[in-house]
Every structure is written in C-alpha cells, then in structure tokens.
C-alpha cells in the first residue's frame, strides 16, 4: 500500500534551520501538504500546493518537493516551533483518498 | 469563522458500532461546493489515519483499509457530518477528528473526540 514516510525525530538549535522530509510515491503526482501539531492540540495547516501558506503562518515555513521527496523548511526556528509535523497528500491510487506521514517530531534546543 | 465540533459516546464495546457527529458553523455545508468533510483519527501517541470523506452531495471516499467497516453520510439540513463504524477492536481506540478539506489541504480541524474500545 502507498505511505509517506518521514524520519520520526530531529533537533535544531534556536534561531537556525531545520528540514524535514517527507518520501512517498504519491508526491511525484500531488503537491503535499504539512501540518503542525502541538501537545493535546488538533493539527494546524502550515503549508499546502507545495509552498502556500495559510493567513498567520509565519514565514518562516517553507515548502518544496522533487521527485518523490517533499521537504519542510524551518527557517531562524523559535522555541514555539516545536511540535510534530506531519504531511499529507492525495494517494496516487485512489480517487480522492489521503495519506498522511509518520510524523517527526521537532525539538527546539 | 468555521468551527467544528465532534460529538457522540466516549467509551464503545468491542464488536459494537462507533458513532461520532461533526457539527460544523460558520460555513455552509450545502453551499461550499469547494470543501470535503472528513475524519481523521490518531491512535494514542501514534500518527495520523484518514478514515473517509463526505462531499455536500453525499458522495464518500473512504480509506481502503476501513471502507468494509465504515460509513459517513451528511445531513445538510442540521450543518453536521457522522462517522460510523462498525464491528471496532481495541485497535480503533484513537482521537477522532472531523476536519473540512479541499482536494489538497485539511484547512479547519475539530477539537478531536477520544473514543475507547474496552468492555
């Protein structure tokens, strides 16, 4: 079955860049999409069509893809940047079905 | 603003049927011909799973690995979506979201709703 995987973990120090990465068969077709997820909070839409972001969203996020691959770029991170994140897009063999990533959990140091 | 909000019973019987209502304001079920409504569920500590989607119409879109066991249906007149689904394990305990969409983005998500399976 189609997935997206992302690497479950990673950790960038204040005010620097972080990337993370998003595999899955499915982006070569859809744009992907990220979203955040703090503590008991429900997921925010960070960025969507590759590198849209929503009203609110700092700029700091940014999006891109290539090949099979969807990145989720950090930029000068803040401590309120630590969450999960996770992607998402169309499954590529089925009519209007979803995939979301394994998530990766950022850690602000 | 849009808002949603899941309600139905907290606790449900293995074998038994999981039903969940998303009430949705500030938007228009009948006349937003450009949003899907959907569930989404997180397992405790685990990721995300889309379960399915209801379009204004009543057509659906379901998660293969769910869609025996799964059914959501509309009812535009109350400005709410629900999920059913059935025969559940201890494997569907999760915090279930109702979420709008577009084709590409889950742009407005509920609060999330945990339901357990447990006798």
């Known amino acids: 079955s189609s997935e997206l995987t992302q690497d479950p973990a990673v950790s960038v120090a204040l005010g620097q860049t972080v990337r993370i990465t998003c595999q899955g068969d499915?982006?070569?077709?859809?744009?992907p999409t990220w979203y955040q997820q703090k503590p008991g909070q429900a997921p925010v839409l960070v960025i969507y069509?590759?590198?849209k972001r929503p009203s609110g969203i700092p700029d700091r996020f940014s999006g891109s893809s290539s090949g099979n691959t969807a990145t989720l770029t950090i930029t000068a991170a803040q401590a309120e940047d630590e969450a999960d994140y996770y992607c998402?897009?169309?499954?590529?063999?089925?009519?209007?079905?979803?995939?979301f990533g394994t998530g990766t959990k950022v850690t602000v140091l | 603003q849009v808002q949603l909000l899941e309600s139905g019973p907290g606790l449900v019987k293995p074998s038994e049927t999981l039903s969940l209502t998303c009430n949705v304001s500030?938007?228009?079920?009948?006349?937003?011909?450009?949003?899907?409504w959907g569930w989404i569920r997180q397992s405790p500590g685990k990721g995300l799973e889309w379960v399915g989607s209801?379009?204004?119409?009543?057509?659906?879109f379901y998660n293969p690995s769910l869609e025996s066991r799964v059914t959501i249906f509309v009812d535009t007149s109350k400005q709410q979506f629900s999920l059913r689904l059935k025969s559940v394990t201890a494997a569907d305990t999760a915090l279930y979201y109702c979420?709008?969409?577009?084709?590409?983005?889950?742009?407005?998500w509920g609060q999330g709703m945990l339901v357990t399976v447990s006798s």
């Open positions: 069509s590759k590198n």
């Open positions: 979420a709008r969409h577009t084709a590409v983005a889950f742009d407005r």
């Open positions: 209801v379009f204004h119409d009543g057509s659906t």
């Open positions: 499915s982006i070569r077709s859809y744009f």
């Open positions: 998402n897009c169309r499954d590529n063999i089925g009519n209007l079905h979803y995939l």
């Open positions: 500030g938007d228009s079920i009948s006349v937003s011909t450009t949003y899907f």
